[in-house]
């Protein structure tokens, strides 16, 4: 009986590359759409446009996140992976003294990561509102290494908790979601093929798609 708990819960946690590749043609013909919602409109500035864009897709994986909550706590993950092939450790490069970077569990770095996003927003000299106020000097870095974390939710929800967001109906949603994402990173040059670890062949499927219908 314990033994065929352990099998059902291993199966739950290792999700094969076939059901990720099946899982992403769900979304097929939404690509060249978002591929044009994500170019950098005529005479906009591109921070300012990198900082919106940040905005709602921490905003959206907050969201998803959140719908599953109860599924991801530091029992069913005590650490941040995706698949057993890629550990994430938390580190907070704001404090250079020294830090090594750490396990965590699931919602620990979930948690960590978003309060520490969160703590830009609110900075004035990073994330400015008002108009005609510049982003600081090293503002496309900061973007790079803010969307390379965030990515990792997804990986994590994709690899661990694929059931509960189906079972929940969100799976249409998240796809979206990780797609328009994708099409970003693409277009404004913010990840490599290594960021994306364990969902590489996924985003490429996600990129193809995005490809204008040929006639
Ligand atoms: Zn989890």
């Not at 927003?121 to 965030?150: A, H, S, W």
Request: hydrophobic share 35%.
């Amino acid at each position: 009986m314990q033994q065929q708990q352990q099998q059902q819960q291993q199966q739950q946690q290792v999700t094969n590359h076939r059901e990720i590749r099946s899982y992403a043609e769900q979304t097929l013909g939404s690509g060249s759409s978002l591929a044009k919602a994500v170019k950098l409109p005529n005479g906009e500035d591109v921070n300012e446009w990198l900082a919106v864009y940040i905005v709602d897709f921490y905003n959206q994986i907050n969201m998803l996140y959140g719908t599953i909550t109860e599924f991801c706590s530091p029992t069913t993950c005590p650490r941040m992976i995706a698949t057993q092939e890629y550990e994430y450790l938390w580190q907070d490069p704001m404090h250079r003294n020294g830090k090594q970077p750490v396990s965590m569990s699931a919602p620990g770095y979930v948690e960590a990561l978003m309060e520490w996003i969160q703590g830009f927003l609110d900075d004035e000299t990073i994330f400015p509102t008002k108009m005609g106020v510049p982003f600081p000097k090293q503002f496309p870095v900061l973007v790079k290494t803010i969307m390379k974390r965030l990515f990792r939710v997804y990986a994590h929800m994709y690899c661990h908790h694929f059931d509960e967001i189906n079972e929940l109906g969100l799976q249409t949603h998240l796809n979206t979601s990780l797609k328009h994402f994708v099409l970003f990173c693409k277009e404004f040059d913010l990840l490599s093929r290594k960021d994306y670890g364990p969902l590489d062949e996924l985003v490429d499927r996600m990129l193809e798609d995005s490809h204008p219908a040929k006639a």
